[in-house]
């Protein structure tokens, strides 16, 4: 249960910065302690025998928010994005999966199936777009970049936002059925639809500082989001 309610937490979190663009910085900041304490308060009146679970997972929640601030940097508090703070994606993780050992082997707790499954599809939105983030910015890419991995240049189309997660999500479910000649399908496919771009890319005049870069790109943004759908269904999988 701690390991669900501490990855709901985090989704909800970043779910709800969609909407801080167009509030006040106060309000903004309002909402997402409201969120915090409304989930520990609940979490210690229904959750029993762990109803202390519900603060750890808005203390991680919270924790995870400040970082993926600092990283994505704010226009309202004129705050330049910082790559150091990308480190904060693999604590993410990394607490997380420390959670989920705590709750097999030491707790020994099961959470409810329909709350697993809903958290789980949450967290590969839009934290799993902000984690694959992370991780390119560990890589090199320019923090500036603010566009999701996938997204074309120069569009207004924000395709890799939603392709993402989405693809995310079936391959969660895929490898809890275990489709993975589908997941397999489905990674050659993504390969061989991003193939022209990259092979533009690559022709490029060696000249410029992108250029040769999107290949590499690619393949670390797609590791990385298919290694959280795969860990995602691994979690489904050892509490089912």
Request: glycine letters at 10%; aromatic letters at 8%.
């Amino acid at each position: 249960m701690l390991a669900v309610l501490t990855i709901l937490a985090v989704a909800v979190t970043d779910l709800l910065r969609l909407v801080h663009p167009h509030l006040s910085f106060r309000v903004a900041q309002f909402i997402q302690i409201g969120w915090w304490v409304v989930l520990a308060v609940a979490a210690a009146i229904w959750v029993r025998p762990e109803g202390w679970a519900g603060g750890v997972a808005a203390v991680v929640a919270a924790s995870w928010y400040y970082g993926s601030e600092r990283m994505d940097g704010s226009k309202q508090q004129q705050r330049p994005p910082s790559a150091t703070f990308a480190w904060s994606g693999v604590g993410l993780i990394a607490v997380v999966a420390g959670l989920a050992w705590l709750d097999v082997v030491v707790l020994k707790t099961s959470p409810p199936h329909g709350l697993m499954w809903i958290a789980l599809a949450l967290f590969l939105t839009q934290t799993g777009n902000q984690v694959t983030r992370a991780v390119l910015l560990l890589s090199g890419r320019d923090a500036e970049g603010h566009g999701a991995s996938g997204a074309v240049p120069n569009s207004r189309l924000k395709g890799g936002r939603v392709i993402g997660p989405l693809e995310r999500i079936f391959i969660m479910v895929l490898t809890v059925v275990g489709a993975y000649h589908v997941v397999a399908a489905l990674m050659a496919a993504k390969g061989i639809v991003r193939f022209p771009e990259i092979s533009a890319d690559a022709k490029r005049d060696p000249a410029e500082s992108t250029a040769g870069t999107k290949a590499e790109e690619f393949l670390v943004g797609s590791l990385a989001s298919w290694g959280l759908a795969g860990g995602a269904g691994l979690l489904a999988a050892m509490f089912s």
